[in-house]
Antibody, heavy 115, light 109 residues
Framework: QVQLVESGGGLVKPGGSLKLSCAASGFSFGDYYMCWIRQAPGKGLEWVSY????????NYADSVKGRFTVSRDNAKNSLYLQMTSLRAEDTAVYYC????????WGQGTLVTVSS | FVLTQPHSVSESPGKTVTISCTRSSGNIAGHHVQWYQQRPGSSPTTVIY?????PSGVPDRFSGSIDSSSNSASLTISGLRAEDEADYYC?????????FGGGTKLTVL
């Protein structure tokens, strides 16, 4: 069965960096676009980024463009999100999802940006 | 553009409830709409995809529709059960980016 397992979250100071990972299993990973979606505490869902199966195409929400970088390693069935220049408003649970249409979600990993 | 949902709705068990999702600009029918259910403490799951399609395992009490005249999508849940109490989010696309509605908290009284 399809499984997505995020890791790498934690507490980081404003201006710091963090790299999230998502381990995928149960499907042909390289055949699918993948996304990152986040949810601030007590708030709604916000799409962050997507990457195509071959890494040819990426896209970002305006709120993270220039600070976050999405990447993948199809040999390792893994998706990544490199986050830099982190701000308090980046505090959220970060989910990886399978595209199209987010048919599978991971359990999420919490990123807290605070001094 | 934005997708606007009511903040909350409530209804009694066994009844039917409809949650709306109104697109502020652009044609609602121009891009597929998905609906996600999120129970407290859990990740979202898809209950409707491509406007009106139900994933396997989602009961047929859940249905989706599009209304071009109001430029909105709707999620209808019939025969409400206590387990349907959750937050529901609509999602669509604009300029290759995903956009989510603000979410609707469904309370089953």
């Amino acid at each position: 069965q399809v499984q997505l397992v995020e890791s790498g979250g934690g507490l980081v100071k404003p201006g710091g960096s963090l790299k999230l990972s998502c381990a995928a299993s149960g499907f042909s990973f390289g055949d699918y676009y993948m996304c990152w979606i986040r949810q601030a505490p007590g708030k709604g869902l916000e799409w962050v980024s997507y990457i195509s199966g071959s890494s040819d195409f990426t896209n970002y929400a305006d709120s993270v463009k220039g600070r976050f970088t999405v990447s993948r390693d199809n040999a390792k069935n893994s998706l990544y999100l490199q986050m830099t220049s982190l701000r308090a408003e980046d505090t959220a649970v970060y989910y990886c999802t399978r595209d199209p249409e987010n048919d599978y979600w991971g359990q999420g990993t919490l990123v807290t940006v605070s001094s | 553009f934005v997708l606007t949902q009511p903040h909350s709705v409530s209804e009694s068990p066994g009844k039917t409830v409809t949650i709306s999702c109104t697109r502020s600009s652009g044609n609602i029918a121009g891009h597929h709409v998905q609906w996600y259910q999120q129970r407290p403490g859990s990740s979202p799951t898809t209950v409707i995809y491509e406007d009106d399609q139900r994933p396997s395992g989602v009961p047929d009490r859940f249905s989706g529709s599009i209304d071009s005249s109001s430029n909105s999508a709707s999620l209808t849940i019939s025969g409400l059960r206590a387990e349907d109490e959750a937050d529901y989010y609509c999602q669509s696309y604009h300029s290759s980016k995903q956009i989510f509605g603000g979410g609707t908290k469904l309370t089953v009284l």
